[in-house]
């Protein structure tokens, strides 16, 4: 069975974001009145599994084994199966 | 008033995506079943503005004007009154 992963990784509260930093630096200069942002990825991973469970439990050890810095990354997983 | 926005911006339908195509490698490599991986950003505004329209509006020329690239992103976009 195929499930549709949507794995969302974000710097932990605290840590500095430079991409953030910069990307609130232009928006001001372009006139927004931008008090802070912070930048994150969304990976969208199509996985072959054979139940939701076990899907759930892949896209948590990928997180921790490629797609997420267990020091520095928040993740948040949601996982859909597909038609 | 503040208003938190969450773009979202992902490569249009077609466009390549090679850090997608990377990271489908090497889930592959480390053993999981992955048909395909696109990668996207998530950029979270905290934007002063007097309505949700005005929000709204400025997030919309945000990203037309610095966020998302017209010819190859699509973007999404959210906005949320702070409490």
Do not use: F, Q, W
């Not at 069975?1 to 509260?13: A, T």
């Not at 605290?14 to 927004?32: F, I, Q």
């Not at 008090?35 to 439990?57: F, H, I, P, Q």
């Not at 896209?59 to 990354?73: I, V």
């Amino acid at each position: 069975m195929k499930y549709r992963l949507k794995i969302h990784v974000s710097l932990k509260l605290g840590h500095s974001d430079p991409e953030g930093e910069t990307t609130a630096r232009l928006l001001r200069e372009l006139g927004y009145k931008v008090e802070n942002v912070s930048v994150g990825k969304v990976y969208r991973v199509l996985l072959e599994a054979d139940t939701t469970k076990e899907a759930e439990r892949k896209a948590e050890e990928m997180c921790k084994r490629l797609l997420a810095n267990p020091t520095k990354d928040d993740y948040a997983i949601v996982v859909e199966e597909t038609k």
